[in-house]
């Protein structure tokens, strides 16, 4: 093994110069939301020591070094100070990034206060307890002359100037579509910018506090507007000399001080882009909109839904970036939905509708849920449950102990009436300075005064409490519009706000941007027998695929057919009907074996698996009477490892409803042959000796757990048949491990298949944020090249290397009447390709929506090109990309992304979510998991 290793690096170095739903018969729906309430999630932490009695990492450390119920530690955390000085420590690319992330106003200038929440140790109270000396002395170091210091000058500078040229790919197929987009235009005025400066002073001054004092005492020199991190200085205008010295004061000591100014670097916008975002992000504090993660809401708007005790708060999520055409405002509405009951109400529920393992109900319903504090207007994640402390117990709070009841009586005038209820943790991580790793900061909160956001999977599963939602949060293109015209007014007419932005510059114009776009064509479908069908405007081909043969079939000789007793009526509607349908999809049945248990025990469904089935079976039927994630876990878990044998899971209810048995089980049966290793429908895709591949990975919610990373390749010059593989890394375990054996399995089946390796291998990665395209550029790319040469020395095939991005808040409108005033605005219908204005203005990238909806506001994708060695056009790509979302064999339509991504993903899913190992090589060539 050590040995392939280093071939592995050898390669790699040689290289790097070279530029759900349960049941399987449904699919599962849902809505853009912005919930956060989980439930059914397990932890697989440690044991904790006595005495303490409950699951969780970290709770013996928390509650015996915390202040809980006794001292502090006498090594308390000092209080938290900016990590600028931590720089140089994190490595090149880290200080870049926190460079940029810290050219934003500080908080005595544009940051909000910050919130009061409640501390358990002087690591969370020490802030606002401690004086202003001692929060000095722990600052940052000083900068002075140093040598640190001049390479961090020169670094900057370097990196400044090192910008690419602008990246214009534009397409031509396509009929030509006018666009409008969520995208609101910055104005910036001619001789305004973000001016750089570095600051000096002599004597050297350690404490960033007293620097920034320094620096407001010659604001006539500077003016209102600025920011300052304790060395770099930005102003929106420059100053009439480059370099220059001021004579100061030292703020306590009154001892003369001499700032040393020198200019640097007009910066870029797209240098800019967290400084701006942190701009919009205190115009939400003066629009007295609350922070809920990165969104913004409005209390005041809140709609109230009585019959289910909910209410939805409305509000905005914004991105400012430079893009193609210019600095931009990305503003989209969206949805908070909170729940009118307490955590304490919740828990007393468990306690009464279960009784026994009362703990362990308590923590699967509320491990990673999201809860709303109202008195301070701020959300946490629950990570732990402790029922060893109550409100009666107390923390270190300044010089005294102070019991939870007492501080929220004094602080918010709250009265806690249950004194015996557990408390909810939440963990956070913050750097502190002189540290390397980020230090754990803890947060204990009371059921009593939290609520819980987000929906239970109860509601989730009830159409009506669905549907009443919709009716607030599915708004149209319209609505959207207005809602956005009248934010952008907001900010015009609030004074404070219309001050920021004027001293940096900027204007926000109220009427979104109006792009040029184009439409392609629908696909033709072809099924068996030759037949070809046009997919049509709304791109659902569900007729053509029930009403005629299968492209590829695999005939069932041999199955099985698995259910309990309470179940016999439905499994003989299930036989009967799949008897009938078969022959319209040209499918020949056999007659099943059938297995009866006599109670819905998951043991007994895991013994008839193990036991029961007969050599030569093709597939199992499971039909299970309700819906339950243990259940379904192990049936799959048996059929994904220890007897690898494609199944089938059908919940009882779904065959309950006579009128719709035929459509359920015409998708049972295509859902069959797939994972039997048939072929349902395929498109035209012109391009020979090309392997498409999709790559997505599922991480286990708190990331407690191993995270999977599944790999699928195309098999065939149809891209109908795939190699799919699933790795399960252990936690902060290289995830390209996996993909890149994943990778060479691939190939070869495809070697095998093909008798030769495929000339072009073009990869979609799923699961990608703005912030980890570099990574997927630097280090994905090159060890996936890697891969290639393990299979032969010499084989060096063509790359393209595409990141699809989901979830986005760019929305895309057509202008089918009323010009740019918001009015008859509809959706961009499927096929719709936008590349240009809002595209990024140094990628090769493009939007697409591929689906079709009926209901609110369509959401395109954004395809991004890290890597083109075929040097195709910007309208093969676009076109490949529309025909790869009509090949997902579980939905007869366009789906959002390509049919590999979802592949990838449901694989993913299904062995982070059930499975947990990986699954056997034979199920490999086989869509197991649909």
């Known amino acids: 093994m050590s040995s392939r290793k280093d071939f592995f690096r050898s390669i790699i170095e040689s290289s790097s110069s070279i530029g759900g739903s349960n049941n399987d018969s449904a699919n599962a729906t849902s809505q853009n939301l912005d919930s956060g309430y989980r439930t059914g999630v397990t932890t697989s932490g440690e044991e904790p020591t006595a005495p303490l009695p409950v699951q969780g990492r970290g709770r013996a450390w928390a509650l015996s070094s915390l202040g809980v119920t006794m001292a502090p530690p006498a090594d308390a955390a000092a209080p938290l100070v900016t990590p600028m000085e931590n720089l140089v420590m994190g490595g090149r690319g880290r200080f870049l990034q926190k460079l940029l992330s810290q050219a934003a106003p500080t908080a005595a200038t544009v940051e909000p206060p910050a919130d009061t929440t409640v501390p358990i140790s002087s690591a969370t109270s020490g802030a606002g307890t401690a004086s202003i000396k001692d929060s000095d002395a722990r600052s940052v170091a000083s900068r002075q002359a140093s040598d640190v210091t001049k390479a961090e000058d020169s ?65 006539d020199v500077f003016g209102t507007a600025y920011t300052f991190d304790g060395h770099i200085l930005l102003l929106p205008k420059a100053l009439e000399q480059e370099r220059f010295k001021l004579a100061s004061k030292h703020p306590t000591e009154g001892t003369p001080v001499t700032l040393s100014v020198v200019f640097r670097v007009q910066q870029q916008m797209s240098q800019n882009v967290a400084f701006y975002n942190k701009l919009f992000r205190r115009i939400m504090y003066m629009l007295q909109l609350s922070e809920m993660g990165r969104k913004h809401f409005d209390p005041t708007q809140a709609r109230i839904i009585p019959q289910h005790k909910l209410e939805i708060w409305p509000g905005f999520v914004t991105a400012v970036n430079e893009f193609e055409g210019g600095l931009m405002l990305n503003l989209d509405v969206t949805h908070r939905v909170l729940m009118q009951t307490t955590v304490y109400t919740h828990i007393k529920m468990l306690a009464q509708a279960r009784g026994g393992q009362f703990r362990e109900n308590v923590l699967k319903s ?65 750097r502190v300075v002189g540290k390397t790793e980020p230090e754990e900061m803890i947060v204990c909160l009371v059921p009593e005064i939290c609520f819980l956001t987000g929906l239970t999977d109860e509601m989730r599963n009830d159409h009506k409490v669905m549907r009443d939602i919709a009716t607030y949060t599915r708004i149209t293109p319209n609505q959207r519009l207005v809602a956005m015209r009248q934010f952008c007014e907001n900010v015009n007419k609030n004074e404070a706000a219309r001050k920021l932005l004027s001293s940096w510059g900027l204007e926000l114009m109220i009427t979104p941007k109006v792009m040029m776009g184009r439409q392609l064509q629908p696909e033709n479908i072809t099924s068996g027998g030759g037949v070809v069908g046009s997919a049509g405007p709304n ?94 876990a192990a049936i799959k878990r048996i059929l994904c490892t220890e007897v690898p044998i494609p199944s089938q899971v059908i919940n009882a209810r779904t065959l309950a409803n006579e009128k719709r048995n035929r459509s359920v089980v015409l998708k049972v049966l295509l859902q069959m042959n797939c994972k039997l290793g048939g072929s349902l429908w395929g498109v035209r895709v012109p391009i020979k000796r090309t392997m498409i591949c999709g790559i997505d990975t599922y991480h286990e919610a708190k990331q407690r757990s191993s995270s999977v ?93 595409i990141v699809v991005q989901k979830r986005i808040i760019t929305r895309l409108f057509t202008m089918s009447r009323g010009g740019g005033d918001g009015e008859g605005q509809a959706n961009a219908p499927p096929g719709t390709v936008l590349d240009n204005t809002v595209t990024r203005r140094y990628m090769f990238d493009f939007f697409l929506v591929s689906q079709t909806v009926q209901m609110g506001t369509v959401t395109p994708t954004h395809y991004i090109v890290l890597r083109d060695d075929s040097k195709f056009s910007p309208d093969i790509l676009q076109q490949l990309s529309y025909k790869m979302c009509y090949m997902y064999y579980n939905w007869t339509g366009t789906i959002r992304v390509p049919a590999c991504c979802q592949y990838a993903h449901k694989l993913a899913y299904l062995v982070g979510q059930s499975v947990k190992r990986m699954p056997a090589e034979s199920l490999n060539d086989k869509l197991f998991y649909l």
């Not at 090192?162 to 910055?186: C, W």
């Not at 732990?384 to 923390?395: E, G, I, K």
């Not at 918010?412 to 004194?419: A, C, N, R």
């Not at 056999?590 to 025990?601: N, R, T």
Request: with cysteine; glycine share 4%; proline share 5%.
């Open 155 to 219: 670094f900057v500078l370097r990196e400044c100037k090192e910008q690419g040229e602008p990246v214009i790919r534009i397409g031509k197929e396509g009929n030509p579509l006018h666009l409008m987009g969520n995208f609101m235009e910055l104005k910036c005025e001619p001789d305004r910018g973000i001016f750089l400066y570095t600051v000096d002073f002599s004597p050297p001054i350690d404490a960033k506090r007293t620097r920034q004092r320094c620096i407001d005492s010659h604001k």
């Open 366 to 430: 509320l491990l990673g849920a999201v809860v709303l504090t109202r008195y301070n207007k701020k959300t946490y994640r629950i990570d732990d449950v402790c029922f060893d402390t109550n409100p009666l117990s107390t923390f270190r709070y300044g010089e005294r102990d102070i019991s939870y009841v007492e501080y929220y009586k004094e602080q918010y005038g709250l009265e806690i009436k249950d004194h015996q209820q557990p408390l909810l943790l939440n963990r956070s991580e913050r």
């Open 539 to 632: 791109v659902d081909y569900t007729r053509q695929v029930t009403n005629n043969p299968m492209l590829e079939i695999v005939h069932i000789r041999q199955w099985m057919l698995l259910y309990t007793q309470r179940d016999e009526q439905h499994a003989s509607v299930f036989r009967d009907c799949v008897k009938r349908t078969c022959k319209l999809l040209g499918l020949e049945v056999a007659q099943p074996q059938i297995e009866v248990l006599p109670q819905d025990a998951t043991n007994l469904y895991v013994q008839a698996l193990r036991t029961r089935i007969r050599p030569g079976t093709q597939i199992v039927v499971i039909i299970c009477p309700t819906s339950r994630d243990d259940r379904y």
């Open 709 to 801: 990373a599944a790999f699928v390749g195309s098999l065939d010059a149809a891209f109908t048949h795939w190699y799919s593989r699933a790795t399960v890394q252990e936690r902060k375990e290289e995830i390209l491990n996996g993909l890149c054996v994943s990778l060479e399995k691939t190939l070869q089946a495809y070697q095998r298949r093909n008798c030769h390796l495929p000339d072009r291998i073009i990869i979609f990665r799923d699961g990608v944020s703005d912030e980890q395209t570099n990574i997927c550029r630097d280090y994905e790319i090159p060890q996936l090249q890697a891969a290639c040469k393990l299979i032969q020395p010499d084989y060096e095939p063509k790359i393209t290397f």
